[in-house]
């Protein structure tokens, strides 16, 4: 099977007339694939929109991997990395920062290759590490303001690859407020090549480099003036209280995966389907920026404090 087959084509209905799936793009590789799995197939489980989801290898998968995240999502596809590179690094060519992010950031998969391989006119991503945890009507759509690039979560931060000093001293440079890029659906249209070209150029953008896919979404969003899911229905969890009845779906990145235990698998499937409202654009200001990374470091005091005498391993410190 091609690339091009495995991504699908999304612009004909489906079968008997029935809508054609929803391309979902994911990335994962080896390390990740059971959490892949429970996470994939728990937005197949929950959205009432037909699904296909697309995993990207990161370059560390196998059919081993393959065949136990299709026991858990059948008809998921892989593609895997060796086989998307020449495609990806062709078109990358005219795009040499692209490239070179590419090169030395595995993120930089989630922002190319998912709009490069995506023949569809929207682009629909998730992060492995997203549980949906009750039925949700409809979730995968633009937002009601048709001049709209998309719709992405909130982060709790402002996490990006630069720091306040620098977003003033660049002032073409504009971003989303607490934009996170782990859950998103954009208009591929609106995909600004040269905005992106030109932000990633930016070598000097190094204080969280595992950032800077984000932070790149974030310029993206901000220039089409995307709108967000809101934070009561979709959210990052960092605090086991924070999983609600009212959420809808989780986040459980690197630093409080471990909470993911509390979320539940099962239980939910005959609740009806919630519509989960969208918020307008947002942008982060200067003055945001900087309240938001104080509170980070303020934050960050108080866990290395609280922290003397445990073990190194036990500490905690988001990256993604």
């Known amino acids: ?171 073409k440079l504009h971003l989303a407020d607490r934009l996170n890029g782990g859950l998103l659906h954009f208009r591929r249209a609106d995909f600004d090549w040269d905005l992106v070209e030109w932000f990633v150029s930016h070598d000097e953008f190094t204080i969280h480099p595992y950032w800077k896919e984000q932070t790149a979404w974030s310029a993206l969003a901000a220039a089409t003036k995307c709108w967000y899911w809101d934070e009561d229905w979709v959210r990052v969890i960092t605090k086991r209280h924070e999983l609600t009845e009212r959420v809808a779906v989780a986040h459980y990145v690197s630093s409080f995966r471990g909470l993911i235990q509390y979320a539940p698998e099962d239980g939910r499937e005959s609740d009806p389907p919630v519509t989960v409202a969208v918020r307008p654009f947002e942008e982060c200001t200067r003055l945001r920026f900087a309240a938001s990374r104080t509170r980070w470091f303020l934050s960050r005091a108080r866990r290395r404090l609280f922290s003397i005498g445990r073990a190194p391993g036990d500490r905690q410190h988001r990256q993604r």
């Open 1 to 171: 099977m091609t690339i091009e087959q495995e991504a699908g084509d999304r612009t004909g209905a489906g079968r008997n007339g029935a809508r054609a799936p929803l391309n979902l793009h994911t990335m994962a590789g080896a390390k990740h694939t059971d959490l892949a799995a429970r996470c994939l197939s728990s937005i197949v489980k929950y959205c009432n929109q037909p699904i296909h989801v697309i995993v990207h290898d990161d370059g560390s998968a196998t059919p081993d991997d393959v065949a136990r995240f299709q026991e858990k999502v059948p008809g998921g596809s892989y593609i895997f990395k060796r086989d998307a590179d020449p495609i990806v690094n062709d078109f990358l060519a005219k795009y040499p920062a692209c490239r070179k992010l590419r090169d030395n950031l595995v993120y930089g998969i989630k922002i190319f290759d998912i709009q490069i391989l995506e023949d569809g006119p929207e682009l629909a991503y998730t992060d492995c590490d997203i549980v949906f945890v009750r039925p949700v009507a409809e979730f995968f759509r633009l937002p009601p303001d048709p001049a709209a690039g998309g719709v992405f979560m909130k982060d709790p931060l402002q996490a990006y690859c630069l720091t306040p000093r620098q977003l003033l001293r660049n002032p």
